[in-house]
């Protein structure tokens, strides 16, 4: 897979050789690839696949044994505050009692004034934000209530207001059914129309192509990378999911329906 | 009328129960609010934890004569450092680890406490409080930990909101989320040492929680858990004073069992509600 020169600016992903290890385990074997601002790419890949330390990665929580990353055009930790990140369902404590109004206004903690951080949030910016993911009619709910595309979309609106030019977002579609996964990704493409650049991790390979403009195929390594269309070969899907990926090959992707 | 505020004010004379009556409604605040946050991120035993851990700083200090809030201070937030490292960096679950520094360190309070002679000191005091023992001196010690501990608390809330609610989002956003953690260790470290005059090490952890647990019983949103929380933790220790005044029952307990009816009055009120 080649990728543009290190032309690494706003909004912008680049990759070059980057490994990372969990003690002699490598977890991701040299990883290159780049992606430019504004486009919406669907990381796929197996379980362990190292989709979920990519991002890690990318955010600078991850140490890398070797290689470069540019996020921003910055090295990872110090492009924290410039991303946001939309975690897998179980990684957060749904227990705590927030309403979706005040999940969404702790997206701009870190950035304005010193008043904002420490107490008051701008609720102009949060009504915009939440009425952008049609969840303003929502806004006095707990998120424990929400249903799945409702957390994903209240997510959304706390990076909005955390004005993130990247959006990583974690296995989103996990515990979303096939109509609520529909409004999100029309959410997402609005705000990849407006420049925003995201990445979302997925292991559901029904209607990628409908669904992004790239998709970089990540099992260790990227197998591929590019337009949905055209990079799931044979030879990608044995090389993503071994022998049993044949299975897959037997469905053009993109075109079937959900069989979960 | 005039004989229910007879039966307030009557106590009152006495200053050593205006003194208790003081560091009780302080202590009736600082819980709760931190107490939410304990609820929340289901760190109750840790919590009780830290009560027991701080048992050798408390004895040395006893044993040279030096206020045991100075004392047990900074023994408290060297074991909720450590604790919060050993459940950050170990194998062990949480649990285990905040198991296995709890009953190595209360141990070591005792066998010290043994070694010391113990004659000076009650060991039912530690324990279980001894409020109407309180100085003029604690009173000081609690007025400025209550405003030290506050304003902490309201410049960092946001941060300890989101950090509770999505560790890993947080550390995205640039918070310095594990820091915030130990903060939020120390915080309730210094609470339940400011905490032990009143309920005593064992039931410290039911002044920090219950009061927040029943709270949650009834209002939902976060804010308005620390603000009922408050409420209940000043009603249950005021009234456990005065009960403990009027029917010579030990304080510590019948604050403990106070804040226990309200949590049960509570649980029954929402299932009604619910039904």
Known sequence: ?260 | MIMWIDLLFEPLQYSFISRALIVCILVGITCPFLGAFVINREMAFMGDALAHAVLPGLVVAYAFGISPFIGALPTGIIVALTIGYIVKKSGVSNDTSIGIVFSGLFSLGLIILSLTGGTKLNVEDILLGQLLGTSITDVYITIGTTVVLSVVLIIFYRQLVFVGFDFQGAKVAGLPADKLDYLLLILITVVIVMSLQVVGIILVVGMLITPAAASSLIVRRFPPVILLGIVFGVLSAVSGLYLSYYFNLPSGPSIAMVSSMIFAICFAASRCLKA
Request: contains cysteine; proline residues 3%; negative net charge.
């Open chain 1, 1 to 260: 897979m080649s990728y543009s020169a290190p032309q690494c600016l706003n909004g912008c992903i680049q990759c070059d050789d980057v490994c990372v290890e969990f003690g002699n385990v490598l977890v991701l074997d040299e990883v290159s690839f780049s992606i430019p601002k504004g486009v919406l790419t669907g990381v796929v890949g197996p379980n362990g696949g190292g989709k979920s330390t990519l991002f890690n990665a990318l955010v600078g929580l991850q140490p890398i044994a070797h290689g470069n990353i540019l996020v921003n055009g910055l090295l990872p930790g110090a492009s924290r505050g410039t991303i946001s990140y939309v975690p897998q369902r179980e990684m957060v404590n749904w227990r705590f009692p927030l309403s979706v109004k005040d999940v969404v206004s702790l997206g701009a903690i870190n950035r304005g004034s010193i008043f904002r951080k420490y107490w008051f949030s701008d609720n102009g910016e949060v009504e915009e934000a939440l009425r952008k993911v049609d969840m303003w009619d929502s806004k006095d709910d707990l998120v424990s209530n929400l249903s799945g595309g409702q957390r994903q979309r209240t997510f959304i609106a706390r990076a909005l207001t955390q004005e993130a030019e990247i959006l990583l977002l974690d296995e989103a579609f996990s515990g979303v059914d096939i109509s609520s996964q529909e409004g999100v990704i029309d959410v997402l493409r609005n705000l990849r129309d407006e420049g925003t650049t995201i990445l979302m991790a997925t292991h559901d390979l029904n209607n990628l192509s409908d669904r992004f403009d790239e998709v970089l195929c990540l099992n260790r390594h990227v197998c591929a990378h590019g337009n949905p269309e055209s990079v799931f070969t044979e030879e990608v899907l044995t090389e993503l999911y071994g022998s049993h990926g044949e299975m897959f090959a037997e469905h053009r992707i993109g075109h079937h329906d959900h069989v979960d």
